[in-house]
């Protein structure tokens, strides 16, 4: 039976929680959508990665990553205000798009894609929050590996140039959508993307 290392494809479930193992589910991977990804290629967060280094199909885990494990402290230089006017789409602004809580992606001067929470909205200006939206939590994950197994060369050539991040599930894929899995609702937590 193949161990978790380098260049597996790695099929598993987790209940992910902020903080302990008593806290609110914010997350899940099922059997149904389970999370899919490439072993040792970059696209989950290092730590979460390194622990479950070694571990065989049917194998249950938890792992507990510090927020500077995790996607690290608010950072205060990303929560900015902006000019009502960036936000026009032919000379008019979308109320609805943005609107205090919503998600809006965007782009930075250089093309850098990132998302960025609405916080307020007034006559001029519109403050973003662009912090991952679980910047400044403790991460705890509980789950199983459901397969580990050789990723084809297929998979190893699409993931490895950067097309895809192997992630494809609802419960946990790159929902920062920098692997373009899409699932919105998704945090992306193993997902370092």
């Known amino acids: 039976m193949l161990e978790i290392s380098k260049h ?3 099929t598993l479930t987790y209940d992910l929680r902020i903080d302990d193992e008593q806290g609110e589910v914010i997350e899940q991977a099922t059997e149904e959508t389970p999370l899919q990804f490439l072993y040792g290629a970059g696209t989950m967060l290092p730590k979460f990665e390194s622990h479950l280094a070694g571990l065989k199909q049917g194998e249950p885990f938890t792992i507990k990553l510090s927020k500077k494990d995790a996607y690290g402290e608010i950072n205060q230089d990303a929560i900015v205000e902006l000019p009502k006017s960036v936000f026009l789409v032919d000379g008019k602004f979308d109320d ?7 998600n809006v992606p965007m782009m930075s001067s250089n093309g850098q894609r990132l998302n960025g929470i609405v916080l307020d909205v007034n006559d001029e200006e519109v403050k973003m929050d662009f912090n991952h939206p679980l910047a400044g939590e403790d991460l705890f994950f509980a789950g199983k590996v459901l397969e580990v197994r050789e990723a084809s060369d297929e998979e190893l050539a699409q993931i490895l140039s950067g097309g895809g991040c192997g992630c494809g599930s609802e419960g946990g894929g790159c929902g920062d959508d920098s692997c373009g899995s899409g699932h919105d609702h998704n945090h992306g937590c193993g997902c370092g993307c």
Request: charged share 10%; no cysteine; net charge negative.
């Open 96 to 102: 609805e798009l943005i609107a205090v809580g919503n």
């Open 8 to 10: 597996s494809m790695v």
